[in-house]
């Protein structure tokens, strides 16, 4: 970015105090800023914080005042932080348009030609890469897979066969859909695979974090919703159905055909068990282990999980338990005591 | 898959209640089920599921009577319909046998003629690799690697020097065998890695799921037995040895030197510390964490992991403390109350 | 390795007792080395266990004596068998110093020519690569990613733009450094992602195992210090700030904006909130759930995360909290009956 501070004024509506012309040419936190750097702070922090700064420039709330550095002064300075970060900041280097010359693309497979397939990546028969979509470098893209418009596949992610992906997915690298379920059934020779012949689908704006893994459906198909966001190391099961815009946080694990609503929340680490269903805006904190379902709009904490209210005066009575220990003796001993006048 | 439901119900060994003619195509579950497609009833489910369905014919138990729909009657319906599944439904599309041209396979390697190696995919100088044996695209195999007959790598697959492979193994995407393990001492300038010159077996029938990890043994070798299989993301420490028929959910973690015997089970995202004998049979609920040696037979669950039977009647309490800690105020102060009198 | 044990006493700085002259061709563990192999004995271990060994020699301590074995006796066998292991042990295999003809190197990135670059491997414009360090098979390294001198990539590693890396770093198979961070903001279409335009610096020494993930920095960086090391499948968020000579075992999640110290140590499947800071020194247990802040050098355990010393209390009482419940209902019966007379 390049751009002076009145024309970003201009440009998210705000006002200006200090000098207009200051050019802004990078985005950074106020402790490390250097000069050209852009700023802001969160309504809440004191204002001393700007007075070390060496940012061009900081993006604060209409009720601030600061001597000696720049403002633009707007309602919501985070998300307008935000904004001018998303329309001028660094994005991250597009995959060239085209397929690169190393990539392996099958005469039965269709690329858009606004599409863009990097180096090294293999593309299968049958499948299908839609208007501007850009598969990094690396990559795996199955037979018959469905990729949609504006997704953005990072390096080395492997989509299996069959999966459905809809418009302006991300998936990070290292992320692997359509793997078999974990479905095994006793056989003569120890555990047989029990055939995982369904598919993975991808609704529009889902996000993968990366070495996150999702595996296909035994039967049907396991399905994340529209705009779902899952952090890193994260483990989809088969045949889970995750509803719209959840978010979970690093290495959750969703064990198989869970059913999970709209707007669900988890912290990292947590756990599901197989089978059980969870409401909408369901929140859980982290590390929790959910052993039943959960009506719509429960938080939860803990494993095993239970309302967070109730988790939460869990932990703190759990230091006093040596303590009860102790008083139950002593009521013990005294209770003896009290009793013994009547044996007198 | 395109069959009558008569050749089916033959091949298979049940009986035809229904139209014998009816050509199956696919495999559903009930309620997704369309024209065309083979499902099952699991015994115990209420046959007025079958009332709605579309499918073409339901795999059910012998017992079971349901008008307009075509039936298949076995002993066993899921076993049925699993067989059924193996043999016609549909196989994740093989790899070409032959050495792809965009693969670089040192001359040193030596591919079985029967074998396919996949595009992109690296075989470095003295790695052998089986009859029939599938190496997926984008896969990396070590020097000196052995790899039996009949196995499948997905894409992406790595596995480092002197690995040695059985029979029919499978790797999904993303899986890591051979890395170094985690050992250090304290050095001059910080922890110093302790050599890790060790390496890793995969006995016959093993299968590793997506993105997990198997370190090196320090010396001799780390060793996953016969028949076992991981799900997603787990990790295996370094000299650890598991025994044959092991199910280990997504997200386990084994330590380093932990020794399991044979058909131990282990839920997601379950801990066993470094240098523990684990039993064999022994069952492990989710996210339970592991501290001591388990006995053969044994059914553990928590964090800390004790019987499973203790920790399902402490969790049952736990709600109950808060309470727990108000009776024992009752208790103090009636108790301070009887005490009183002796001191009138 | 072949070398005489003489010349081994000599190198190390080892007396001999047996024959000087046997020639040690490997590394191996007591119990399973076989003729030419060198194994140690852990000050400690009893002498008998050297009785059935095959073991060409035995570096042990200077008091252990033993019939019919040789030994090399220094002051610390393990570290002084470490240091052969590193000297005169089997390594990784090398990549080949220079540039594999399947590898895409940009134009515009600079590869030092002593250098090595694997198969497939994609270097983007910008990127530079230190002396002698070495890019496995089918790498990606991302636009102006800076790598020092001596680093090692095992295959299938992702570094992604910007990106920096000092000297002798070592990233597992299937690393990712450098991926966006979990930040959302609500949007009116469900979550929008936070730009994510920070970076990762990992300095020197550090060590990454198979699968881990690093992000990067929301503004600013994402930082590992000198000498730290993770094992595999960790997860470590944006803007964390990790100091020097930290030790984390498998599968340890980070949430974002933490700043650990030096010198930390955590056991496998930690988790740490976001924001919060670790001192220096402090210790975690495996599968503890840290939810505040940790003053240096304390020692932590469980989840929640409390004093290792209160947790251990916590645990051995666990089992006595059904008989508590029992014991409370006795007293309250006794109490009642107690009260009773005043009643008569």
Redesign the interface.
């Known amino acids: 970015m390049d751009v002076t501070l009145k024309v970003l004024a201009a440009r998210v509506g705000g006002t200006v105090a200090g000098d207009p012309e200051v050019r802004l040419t990078g985005?950074?936190?106020l402790?490390?800023a250097g000069p050209g750097d852009l700023c802001f702070l969160r309504p809440g922090t004191p204002v001393e914080r700007l007075a070390g700064t060496r940012a061009a420039a900081v993006v604060v709330a209409e009720s601030v005042a600061a001597e000696g550095v720049n403002l633009l002064r707007v309602r919501d300075p985070?998300?307008v932080f935000?904004e001018i970060?998303?329309q001028l900041?660094?994005k991250?280097?597009p995959v060239p348009v085209g397929v690169?010359p190393?990539a392996?693309v099958d005469g039965a497979a269709h690329v858009d030609p606004t599409a863009a397939v990097?180096?090294?990546t293999?593309i299968?028969?049958g499948a299908e890469i839609g208007p501007r979509t850009q598969i990094?470098?690396?990559c795996?893209v199955?037979?018959r897979v469905r990729v949609g418009a504006d997704c953005r596949f990072?390096?080395?992610v492997?989509v299996?066969?069959?999966t459905w992906i809809g418009d302006r997915a991300v998936l990070?690298?290292?992320v692997?859909v359509g793997?078999?379920g974990?479905g095994?059934?006793a056989g003569p020779?120890?555990?047989r695979?029990?055939?995982q012949?369904g598919r993975v689908v991808l609704e529009d704006?889902v996000?993968l974090?990366?070495?996150t893994?999702v595996?296909r459906a035994r039967?049907?198909?396991t399905r994340i919703g529209?705009?779902t966001?899952l952090?890193?190391?994260v483990?989809v099961?088969h045949n889970v159905r995750i509803g719209?815009?959840n978010?979970y946080?690093?290495?959750v694990?969703i064990?198989g055909t869970v059913r999970i609503g709209d707007g669900v929340e988890m912290?990292?680490?947590v756990?599901i068990?197989g089978h059980l269903e969870i409401g909408d805006g369901v929140q859980i904190g982290?590390?929790s282990?959910v052993?039943r379902s959960v009506e719509p709009g429960q938080r939860l904490f803990g494993?095993?999980a239970?309302a967070a209210n109730?988790r939460k005066?869990?932990?703190l009575?759990?230091?006093?338990?040596?303590g009860?220990?102790r008083?139950?003796k002593v009521?013990?001993q005294?209770?003896a005591r009290?009793?013994e006048p009547a044996n007198d």
Chains 1, 2, 3 share one sequence.
Do not use: C
């Open positions: 985005l950074a936190g402790e490390s985070e998300r935000n970060a998303r900041g660094p991250p280097p690169h190393t392996v990097g180096p090294g293999v299968e028969a990094g470098a690396l795996y199955g037979h990072f390096p080395r492997v299996r066969e069959d990070e690298a290292g692997v793997s078999d974990f095994w059934e020779d120890g555990p695979r029990i055939p012949v704006d996000e974090g990366a070495n893994t595996d039967l049907d198909e529209r705009g966001k952090d890193n190391l483990q099961g719209a815009h978010l946080a690093a290495q694990g064990a912290g990292g680490q756990g068990s982290a590390q282990g052993m494993s095993p239970v109730l005066r869990l932990v009575l759990e230091p006093e338990l040596p009860l220990f008083r139950v009521l013990e005294k209770v009290l009793e």
